[in-house]
């Protein structure tokens, strides 16, 4: 792809404290050697007092100030080794991308003080998918193994929602967060007792666009306690502190109470302990919907999140969590990106619909009119910038080769006009080069209520013996019913196989692996058809229908899956 490295126009609006770059360090008294005896003796001391600070900090008892911008309190054992084995990392071997700046044609625009980020290598530790996609990456929607036998879909259960003006169950991209939460986790929130003291639980949590956020039980689809009643419809996907905090986002898709927004949540009891407006004067474009599916990091305490609105936001959470005493706080403090790439007349839809990836400091996102850009979470800056395409809703997905990381993307049929072609794309996740394209004819519904064609689903890679291959599914090919699933080498770009879908799909395709290692896809559609696929070979082995358009996409929990319908249902499905 051409672009132009133009001189970059970066002007900062920076409000409250100094801005600070670059990794954060820290001095440690700890293995000096000690030539005075009185130095000696004081270290001692000092070690002592410090064992003494960590043990009551474990136990959840807070010296000091409670309001220390950067504390964080972990409560179990497992996941304080976790944190030290990753502050380790991160300052001895996960060290921070440096690419050549090449912004383009790129505006930008900043309010708040930054807090550098550093994506840990691992997502989470918490068993589950916590996030659209599971990760940073956007890679992995389904977690745990699975015995597939008999190569069938079954139905096990299904939960029916209430209604909003946008009816019920979920839309796109209305994937769930599966979760086994920790036992002292699991006794400190607001769960049904059957639940909690049930083992190796997991739950299902489900925001619907009937407005409400579901918690049901994995194997049963019975409720595990009561919903969080936002008041507007939802349709993005909900995520949970990479951390296992008990600490849910959600993002609101239609205004329907007059305000609009995103949430953070406790689930100890359900309240909602911050609310960012999404009708915001500092933002381009004056709608505030969030189908953003946001990014936690552990290691930074922080959030990281796309706003229709043309946003970027970063915020420094400064978590405190004591599940002893059933104590969950937080204090953001936000940060806002603002861009214009060739000025308005470039690039007038600037909404982020699609969810922001990310790779160590990195983040990688398009908006309405694809452009797709690289962002420096250690300053706030830009990396690099691409012209627009046309509308970019699918999520990134990133694939890393020897920490260099590689985006795959594509287009909706939108700006185009009724007729044009999705753009499929691998980009260079460094230099924002594309690498290569493939474009797909695809038709959309024009008028007063439209429906877009094109690539909508978030493409996915292959596992085990298609791990060669990545998958894209795209929308209204050939006809206005139509769709297409293909197979494409990652390397050559050149297809491998191709499946002609009897109906469009907005749903992303799920691959799984048995603990054979067989190869297999879940691909759902808009006639409401859930399909199980040879991923070799892109035969299809079996097919069950709910019902209703499923346009929302799946997350997988060991050979358990959920999704919902535009039906106003959500359904536990098992993989045989």
């Known amino acids: 792809m051409n672009w132009r490295a133009a001189g970059l126009v970066v002007m900062m609006i920076v409000g409250g404290c100094s801005e600070s770059y670059g990794e954060s360090t820290a001095a440690t008294e700890a293995g000096r050697e000690q030539v005075k005896q009185e130095a000696e003796n004081q270290a001692k001391n000092q070690e002592k007092n410090q064992a003494k600070n960590q043990a009551k900090n474990q136990t959840g008892d807070q010296p000091g100030d409670q309001s220390t911008a950067n504390h964080v309190e972990v409560p179990r054992k497992e996941n304080t080794s976790a944190s030290q084995k990753d502050a380790g990392q991160l300052q001895e071997t996960w060290l921070p991308l440096k690419p050549a700046v090449r912004p383009g044609r790129i505006q930008t625009e900043r309010s708040g003080t930054v807090t550098p980020q550093l994506f840990p290598e691992k997502y989470t530790h918490v068993p589950g998918v916590l996030t659209f996609r599971g990760n940073a990456l956007r890679d992995t929607p389904a977690y745990g193994t699975r015995v597939i036998r008999q190569r069938k879909l079954e139905t096990v259960w299904s939960f029916t929602t209430s209604s909003s003006s946008w009816g019920g169950g979920a839309g796109w991209t209305g994937q769930p967060v599966l979760v086994q939460w920790s036992e002292e986790t699991k006794l400190a929130m607001n769960l049904k007792a059957v639940y909690k003291s049930q083992k190796n639980f997991v739950e299902a949590i489900y925001a619907s666009l009937d407005g409400n956020v579901y918690f049901l039980d994995l194997e049963t689809g019975r409720q595990t306690r009561s919903p969080i009643r936002t008041g507007n419809p939802i349709k993005g996907s909900p995520s949970l502190d990479s951390r296992g905090f008990p600490l849910l986002y959600v993002g609101e898709g239609i205004p329907e109470k007059g305000t609009i927004g995103f949430g953070l949540y406790s689930l100890l009891d359900g309240k909602r302990l911050y609310y960012q407006k999404g009708i915001d004067p500092f933002a381009p474009r004056k709608w505030g919907a969030f189908d953003s599916s946001a990014l936690f990091n552990r290691s930074a305490d922080t959030l990281t999140v796309g706003g229709e609105n043309g946003l970027l936001y970063t915020l420094k959470l400064n978590t405190r969590y004591d599940p002893g005493n059933k104590v969950l706080s937080i204090s953001p403090q936000p940060v806002k990106y ?117 690539l909508l689903a978030t493409p996915a890679f292959g596992k085990g013996k298609t791990g060669h291959l990545i998958f894209f599914t795209v929308a209204r090919y050939k006809t206005l019913n139509g769709g297409l699933l293909l197979a494409i080498d990652k390397r050559t770009g050149k297809e491998v196989w191709r499946w002609n879908m009897p109906s469009y799909a907005w749903s992303s395709p799920v691959a799984v692996t048995d603990k054979s290692g067989t190869a297999y896809l879940i691909q759902s559609d808009s006639a409401g058809s859930m399909y199980l696929l040879d991923a070799l070979q892109g035969k299809v082995l079996h097919k069950i229908n709910l019902g209703a358009n499923i346009e929302a996409s799946p997350a997988v929990f060991d050979d358990m899956l959920v999704v919902a319908t535009r039906g106003g249902k959500m359904y536990g499905v098992r993989m045989k």
């Open 338 to 454: 603002k861009y214009a790439i060739d000025g308005k007349k470039g690039n007038p839809y600037q909404g982020i619909e699609n969810s922001v990836a990310a790779y160590k400091n990195l983040a990688f996102f398009s908006d309405n009119m694809g452009s797709l850009q690289a962002v420096n979470l250690q300053t706030m800056t830009p990396v690099w910038s691409n012209n627009h395409t046309d509308d970019t809703d699918s999520t990134i997905a990133v694939e890393v080769e020897q920490e260099h990381p590689y985006l795959y993307t594509g287009t909706e049929v939108d700006k185009q006009g009724s007729k044009g072609d999705a753009q499929l794309r691998k980009v260079d996740g460094i230099t924002g080069e594309t690498l290569w394209r493939l474009h797909v004819p695809a038709l959309t519904v024009k008028g007063e209520h439209p429906v877009n064609g094109g």
